[in-house]
């Protein structure tokens, strides 16, 4: 083998190599809308910084997989003919050097055959092969896994099959993509053979241009040989996708044999879609690092006088499919011009989102997939994020927001349906067949919340979300210590968060607010005969879902109006009947602020504010989310922000009598109730209302219709980014103002 590699010239250049993707996602770009299934499977580049670390990952990856050469060669061996350049690929003879072939006279050794002695060797235990995971995009959503080069999400199961990701060395050179892996090998195998990049091989082109059609032929590659010989002797007829892909078997074995040692000039992985092989077409190499892909009739021929290169090639005329070797970032970029996305920030909230009930109809109807919502509603999230309108509101060292699916369900056997004898499909009515499958898709997981299985689904609730925050401070040093983790359940997931929060689940993290969306809880506050409650700051010691001790907690927020009431002094004890719950207590929460979106046409969704105090709740002004449009309320800063539009219907709250005789009311009640509920929230109150058409339709698509709410997405941003409370959602009586 050394003394082969001793009779090339030169070491072939080394390629710049490129990786590219076929997922629909634009890992690169936060704020990109996925391309539609109908567009099928674009293939995008990765990033210049991702491509260099896949390579070097690739490139240990090799060094790895390599067997050691320090052991020397045995005294006793059987020798063996060396693989010819003639045996990867049938090649046409030059004007002028011939192709680098291996001398057939040389003989390396290998290893004897097993002594007689060992009749029973001792098993040898068959190594895991190595491999390597590489978050990749911007936001580190996604990994590569290497070698076998497929791309998938990190935090959630993938609901699409894992995304191929093609390791490229030649690439069409109109369009800078890339070319089939195995046409790219044996255009690489050509290349190599032919030494185009050296000046002999210039030299044998202008000898070919000056030689007429004749020459042209001669310095014709074929792409695919005739015949490839066999190395077992066989009577079995091969096809002829068996005998291309013992051609690519070769090619590639030949490109390693005269390649560098610390190089790889192969390409790897496999194209979405039909494969063109170009069976019958020839290559010329036109310069060291382009080429052009002939077919039959337009290849060089002295009968018809065809002499391609001279007057066409070198004329710069286009001809054929022109393809160069390596990758062209300018080019790319010239002609693509892709917008410069926006450099994201260091995330500093992770927001866990928890489904209920519905995941059995994202079986049936994509649309419903829970995976799918959250995908949009993160990049909703980044988008209003990204506003200097929204963003004047963020506390100081504010970063991003990551919003990531915690997928419980799926992987939760339905074991109601496995152990009856009948199933729930053989006990519908046939009438009203879309209401009855949505009714019976999504409550089916209520009841089964009810039932034994309770405990399976919080465990499996809690397992995930464990999960994912482990991966996700492995991914982000640094968060664990000064991150924050928010949770926002909806539907039956915002019932389990609740649970979750008030017992003595070890999650790993300190929950700072718990946003409940579309949520039942206060159904579930109502069976369980519970009240909603805030958990001592001071208790057991150790407690993970314990909230941050934050100072400035006392004192809430200087941020006042006259129709404000002002927030009471947080510093309680936890002898002081009526504001704080015990830890494994129904309803008492171990968060820093817990939210109820209500959406007044969603027939899931109940409010909660009386389960903290009924009487306090019937005084005080229903909270409608403000508008997002710009020029609202979330549009201006401080003092700007107006009153809530009291015209707007108030979904069904009920105003308690606005004059209450002094001699009747109860002003220590009113304090302890005012206390719990800032404890509960910095603004003074736990429900907020969205603004919702009506209709029939609206009341049965409103459950699900809370990620693409844009009141609801800038709520939310702000509501997590602030610094201090703002007055605009701030708690207001009735009667003042």
Request: charge should be neutral.
């Amino acid at each position: 083998m050394a003394e082969y590699a001793r009779q090339t010239p030169e070491t072939p250049p080394p390629v710049q190599v490129r990786y590219f993707h076929a997922s629909p996602i634009a890992i690169d770009d936060p704020l990109a809308e996925p391309s539609p299934p109908s567009a099928g499977r674009k293939l995008t580049p990765f990033s210049a910084s991702d491509n260099a670390l896949l390579e070097e990952a690739w490139h240990q990856l090799r060094r790895s997989k390599k067997p050691s050469i320090t052991t020397p060669p045995p005294s006793s061996s059987e020798v063996i003919e060396p693989v010819s350049a003639i045996e990867v690929t049938d090649l046409s003879a030059t004007t002028g050097t011939p192709f680098v072939r291996a001398p057939s006279a040389k003989r390396i050794w290998q290893p004897p055959k097993e002594s007689p002695r060992n009749v029973n060797p001792e098993p040898i235990e068959e190594e895991t092969p190595p491999e390597a995971k590489l978050p990749v995009g911007v936001s580190r959503l996604h990994q590569v896994h290497l070698p076998s080069l497929l791309m998938q999400p990190i935090y959630w199961t993938a609901v699409t099959p894992p995304a191929p990701v093609i390791r490229a060395t030649w690439f069409y050179e109109d369009t800078l993509l890339p070319v089939e892996p195995r046409v790219a090998n044996m255009l690489e195998a050509g290349y190599m053979d032919h030494q185009a990049w050296t000046q002999t091989w210039k030299d044998e082109l202008d000898s070919a241009v000056e030689a007429g059609a004749s020459g042209e032929m001669k310095i014709t590659h074929k792409l695919w040989p005739d015949s490839v010989p066999k190395r077992e002797a066989s009577t079995e007829t091969e096809t002829e996708e068996q005998t291309r892909e013992r051609a690519v078997q070769s090619a590639c074995e030949f490109i390693d044999f005269t390649s560098d040692n610390e190089v790889d000039n192969k390409a790897t992985g496999t194209l979405p879609g039909p494969e063109n092989t170009y069976p019958t077409w020839g290559v010329i190499y036109s310069s060291p690092s382009s080429a052009r892909l002939l077919k039959p009739s337009l290849m060089p021929s002295a009968y018809y006088g065809r002499r391609p290169l001279a007057n066409y090639i070198r004329k710069g005329y286009k001809l054929g499919i022109a393809v160069m070797r390596g990758f062209s970032q300018s080019t790319y970029t010239k002609i693509y011009n892709p917008p410069t996305p926006p450099t994201p920030l260091p995330t500093t909230d992770l927001i866990l989102v928890i489904h209920g009930i519905g995941q059995k109809l994202s079986k049936r109807v994509s649309s419903f997939n829970f995976t799918h919502a959250v995908d949009s509603f993160r990049r909703s999230i980044q988008r209003e994020a990204s506003l200097p309108s929204t963003q004047t509101h963020f506390r100081k060292g504010m970063g991003g927001i990551t919003t990531l699916p915690i997928n419980w369900r799926l992987s939760l056997p339905d074991e109601v349906e496995s152990t009856t004898p009948f199933t729930l499909e053989e006990i519908t009515p046939e009438g009203m067949p879309w209401v009855r499958n949505l009714v019976s898709d999504v409550m089916l997981d209520v009841p089964y919340y009810m039932s034994h299985h309770k405990e399976k689904m919080l465990a499996a609730v809690v397992g995930e979300v464990r999960r994912v925050y482990r991966l996700w401070c492995g991914n982000n040093m640094g968060f664990e210590e000064k991150g924050r983790v928010h949770l926002l359940g909806h539907s039956l997931g915002s019932v389990m968060a609740l649970e979750i929060l008030s017992g003595k689940w070890d999650l790993g993290f300190r929950t700072h607010n718990l946003f409940l969306v579309g949520s039942p809880v206060g159904f579930f506050l109502l069976l369980n005969r519970a009240v909603l409650r805030p958990r001592w700051n001071g208790r057991e010691e150790g407690d993970l879902a314990a909230p941050r001790q934050e100072k400035g907690r006392e004192s809430r927020s200087a941020e006042t109006s006259a129709s404000v009431s002002t927030p009471p002094s947080a510093s309680a004890s936890p002898q002081q009947d009526g504001i704080y719950g015990t830890s494994g207590e129904y309803g008492t929460l171990a968060c820093w602020n817990v939210y109820n979106i209500v959406n007044g046409n969603d027939p899931i969704a109940y409010r909660v504010n009386a389960a903290v105090d009924a009487a306090y709740a019937g005084m005080i002004r229903p909270a409608v989310i403000p508008a997002a449009e710009e020029g609202g309320w979330f549009g201006r800063r401080g003092d700007g922000y107006g009153p809530v539009d009291h015209k707007i219907e108030t979904v069904g709250v009920t105003p308690s009598e606005r004059n209450v005789e002094l001699e009747t009311h109860d002003f220590s009640r009113e304090a302890t109730a005012e206390k719990r509920f800032f404890l509960l929230n910095e603004n003074g109150q736990v429900d907020y209302f969205l603004r919702e058409g009506g209709g029939v339709f609206s009341v049965l698509s409103a459950h699900g219709a809370y990620w693409a709410n844009r009141d609801f997405v800038r709520f939310l941003v702000v509501e997590t980014g602030r610094g201090g409370p703002l007055s605009a959602l701030r708690v207001r009586k009735k009667g003042r103002g």
